[in-house]
T-cell receptor, first 114, second 114 residues
Framework: DAGITQSPRHKVTETGTPVTLRCHQT?????MYWYRQDPGHGLRLIHY???????DKGEVSDGYSVSRSKTEDFLLTLESATSSQTSVYFC?????????????FGPGTRLTVL | AQSVTQLDSHVSVSEGTPVLLRCNYS??????LFWYVQHPNKGLQLLLK??????LVKGINGFEAEFKKSETSFHLTKPSAHMSDAAEYFC????????????FGTGTRLLVSP
């Protein structure tokens, strides 16, 4: 258990509304990630963070923004939700060893955009 | 660039029979490779990892995988399936130096019948 929580766990919202998902970790890890999971696509990286206020885009970042003002919290915002953003969102942290990057995942947030 | 191909979207076995989930990877440098498991409505759990040490890697719950560079494969096996193994399995590739992003396969759903 890497001490990762996500909130909310489930959310239903309407097209055009803003949505913020929160990821919280308790173990002071530097690297944090947001993924989305869709059938037939596995997990795809949305954004990641390598420190407070340091973030970068992943492969599917359009329509999403992130913020990290504290080490323990990584927020994902959908500025204006669309139906194509209906998905399950996972937060992850990584533990870097000299030769690999091992990631641990939160329980997920199921988002439905109507 | 890195990519991973999971050759089967679904695999069905009977309880007590062997499991084989196939994964081929592509990487322009020495990779790290992982298998993750996701039980229904749960997060992802690391099964095992290859990080350029022993080519035969043992993981949790009796699973193992063999890294074959000549075949660019990292297939997951288990001698005897259990009903609790029914889940989705993801093969993942990354670089093996410092911070690297993970690239996920599209997943293989394992079905286990009594």
């Amino acid at each position: 258990d890497a001490g990762i929580t996500q909130s909310p766990r489930h959310k239903v919202t309407e097209t055009g509304t803003p949505v913020t998902l929160r990821c919280h970790q308790t173990e002071n890890h530097r690297y944090m990630y947001w993924y989305r999971q869709d059938p037939g696509h596995g997990l795809r990286l949305i954004h990641y963070s390598y420190g407070v206020k340091d973030t970068d885009k992943g492969e599917v970042s359009d329509g999403y923004s992130v913020s990290r003002s504290k080490t323990e919290d990584f927020l994902l915002t959908l500025e204006s939700a669309t139906s194509s953003q209906t998905s399950v969102y996972f937060c992850a942290i990584s533990v870097l060893a000299p030769t690999y990057n091992e990631q641990f995942f939160g329980p997920g947030t199921r988002l439905t955009v109507l | 660039a890195q990519s991973v191909t999971q050759l089967d979207s679904h695999v069905s076995v009977s309880e007590g029979t062997p499991v084989l989930l196939r994964c081929n990877y592509s990487s322009s440098y020495s990779p790290s490779l992982f298998w993750y498991v996701q039980h229904p409505n749960k997060g992802l759990q690391l099964l095992l990892k290859y990080t350029s040490a022993a080519t035969l890697v043992k993981g949790i719950n009796g699973f193992e995988a063999e890294f074959k560079k000549s075949e660019t494969s990292f297939h997951l096996t288990k001698p005897s399936a259990h009903m609790s193994d029914a889940a989705e399995y993801f093969c993942v590739v990354s670089g093996n130096t410092g911070f690297q992003k993970l690239v996920f396969g599209t997943g293989t759903r394992l079905l286990v019948s009594p």
